[in-house]
């Protein structure tokens, strides 16, 4: 695997990924929002022995995906702060989840934003896993949201933040407002969380240089 900077914002480059393995494949044929990917290396699909649940309508051409792509994320200049930038959406191929590709990605792209001289970077999540995954990598939650769901971490762009643990835990407990709405996985997740504390930071924006 390895990491590109597809394009930073304003540059108009697009990803096309297929709807039925990545999240938000969408928003990445926006051509305003900057992009980076984590792809194979030389060129093989990033799945090749993945088998889709549906089939593709006959006026979408396969040929037309960007079959090397393993992982993208987008990202662009908060609206109301040009020095920080926000990552908007993250998302991993639909048989690679579980490898901790997104963490390495969201490592990779922070560290090039700390030298496009951004001073902090945001993003906003909507569910334990992120949350969690986005501690590891520096983040750590604010105490604002974004929506019902949506909580926001924040991050300096050269170095991880500094965790408060009822802090985090605090965010933790704000999905179990939503209890109804999470999985039973997610509940006992949220648990041994609470019960934990906040999570060791993997990688970081120097070891995301190391291969």
């Known amino acids: 695997m390895e990491y590109a900077l597809v394009c930073p914002p304003g540059e108009g480059e697009t990803l096309r990924l297929d709807y039925r393995a990545f999240a938000y494949a969408g928003k990445f044929v926006v051509g305003a929002p900057g992009k980076s990917v984590i792809r194979t290396p030389d060129g093989r699909p990033a799945a090749p022995d993945w088998e889709p649940d549906e089939p593709l309508p006959d006026t979408v051409d396969p040929a037309a995906f960007d079959e090397d792509v393993i992982a993208a994320v987008s990202f ?19 048989a690679r989840r579980g490898e901790g590709i997104g963490p390495r990605l969201i490592d990779e792209t922070v560290a090039d934003l700390a030298v496009a001289g951004f001073d902090r970077v945001r993003i906003a999540v909507n569910n334990p ?5 986005c501690h590891k990598c520096g983040f750590a939650y604010t105490g604002e949201r974004t929506g019902i769901a949506e909580l926001e ?34 509940r006992r997740f949220v648990a041994e969380r609470l ?5 060791q930071v993997e990688g970081g924006t120097d070891s995301a240089r190391e291969r």
Request: hydrophobic share 30%; charged share 35%.
């Open 153 to 186: 971490l924040e991050r300096p762009a050269g170095s991880p933040a500094d965790v408060d643990p009822e802090r985090y835990r605090e965010g933790l407990a704000a999905f179990r407002e939503t209890d109804g709405e999470l999985s039973r996985a997610e």
């Open 76 to 94: 662009s200049s908060d609206r109301t702060d040009p020095a920080c930038c926000r990552l908007r959406y993250v998302t991993v191929h639909a």
């Open 129 to 133: 896993f992120a949350y969690e995954a």
């Open 195 to 199: 019960e934990r504390g906040p999570p």
